[in-house]
């Protein structure tokens, strides 16, 4: 039914990895191009929910995620000491059986991505990116190699910087930074963690969660008005003093800090642009439309959910604006209530409020994003 026939996906990330697989699946031929001429991602753990594993099973990855990430139920909320505060429920019907959550390493997901795509013989081009674009029906592509394209329709999914977006809508304000840094250490299991445990009403939010059986993944969102990019061997002295204030688990991964501790840090920077995110052909996904803080670990649930919302209405369609005006209708509140519910977190983080007042939003933003998406 769709009168799209071929399409160019900007960005082999989460979201275009995941438009790629739909858009393919039903029948259209797919261009992905990505800047990196290696494809890869950087090694840290991510915090995945019932909702991303329910989109990672209409994507047909859930198997190997299940056998190759760490899934489990429910979120354990302590006070900075460990003490348990409270437990959120995370399982919902609308999960269609999936857990309701886990955590897996961002290169192992990218991997199981890729190779599910590949195995649907999309075109990749690597080490490409898009010089010019005339959005229209075709839409005119020249890319950075001089070689030029026509598409019916072209998917930004180039990430929170995307060239894309600057490209369709030279008016958007730049992200902005939000006053956290995001501090990631990978270590190995620790036997008292069984599933994702935040620890709460310290200086700072702290979260662990397990990867695969064998390895974790602790965080610990830093307040800071401005960041600072530290050599990577003198990183963990700094996340030494950020994890003083805590006791449990938290100081025991402490007491094993060393220079060769893996650990990267991220300032958190948010956009969300208004609405249409598309324009004659041309359509924004995943973090090039809406970055969202990582309070509820969401964003790459979000994009994976663009990917295979935006396949459905093309598909759908006969018409690539009626498409993606529907995809629009179907994305926009879903995608709002993670990056605000996001941000109102890190504001109750940032203000030291009770853990209870934080559990609340969680617990009413996870039962809402449990629903039919
Ligand atoms: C610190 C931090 C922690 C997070 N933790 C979680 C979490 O626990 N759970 C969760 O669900 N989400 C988490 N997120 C959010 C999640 O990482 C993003 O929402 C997700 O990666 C978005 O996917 P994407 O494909 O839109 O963008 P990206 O993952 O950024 O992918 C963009 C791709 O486009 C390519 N690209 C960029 N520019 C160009 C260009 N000009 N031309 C061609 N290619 C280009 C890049 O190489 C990349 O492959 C976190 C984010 C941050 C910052």
Known sequence: MSAAKQALVIGGGIAGMSAAIVLRESGMKVHLIDRDPEWKVYGAGITITGPTLRVMKRLGILDRVLAEGYTS??????????????????????????????GIMRPVLHSILSERLRLLAPRVSLGTSVASLIPGHPTQVTFTDGSTGTYDLVVGADGIFSATRAMMFPDTPEPHYVGQVCWRLMTSRHPAIERRTYFLG??????????????MYMFLLEPVQRFERRPEGDQYRHLDALM???????????????????I???PLETIFLRA??????????????????????????MAMEDGVVLGECV??????????????????????????????LGRLEKAVTSPI??????????AQLNQPY
């Not at 991964?253 to 893996?262: D, W």
């Not at 052909?281 to 670990?297: E, F, K, R, S, W």
């Not at 007042?357 to 996870?366: G, S």
């Open 73 to 102: 139920d429910g979120l354990l909320v302590c006070d900075a000491q460990g003490n348990t505060v409270a437990e959120i429920e995370t399982r919902g019907e609308a999960l269609n059986g999936v857990p309701g959550a886990g």
């Open 315 to 344: 598909a759908g369609e006969d018409n690539i604006e009626a498409a993606l005006a529907r995809f629009m209708q179907r994305r926009y509140p879903r995608c709002a209530l993670v990056v605000e519910k996001s941000l109102t």
């Open 202 to 215: 310290g200086p700072s939010k702290v979260g662990i969660n397990p990867v695969s059986p064998d390895q």
């Open 244 to 262: 003083a204030p805590y006791g449990g688990v938290v100081a025991d991964l402490r007491a094993e800090l060393n220079a060769g501790s893996r």
């Open 276 to 301: 249409p995110w598309y324009r004659q052909g041309c359509v924004l996904i995943g973090d090039a439309a809406h970055a969202t803080t990582p309070q509820l670990a969401s964003g790459a649930g």
């Open 264 to 266: 990267v840090a991220r």
């Open 357 to 366: 007042e934080q559990v609340r939003v969680v617990e009413q933003a996870l």
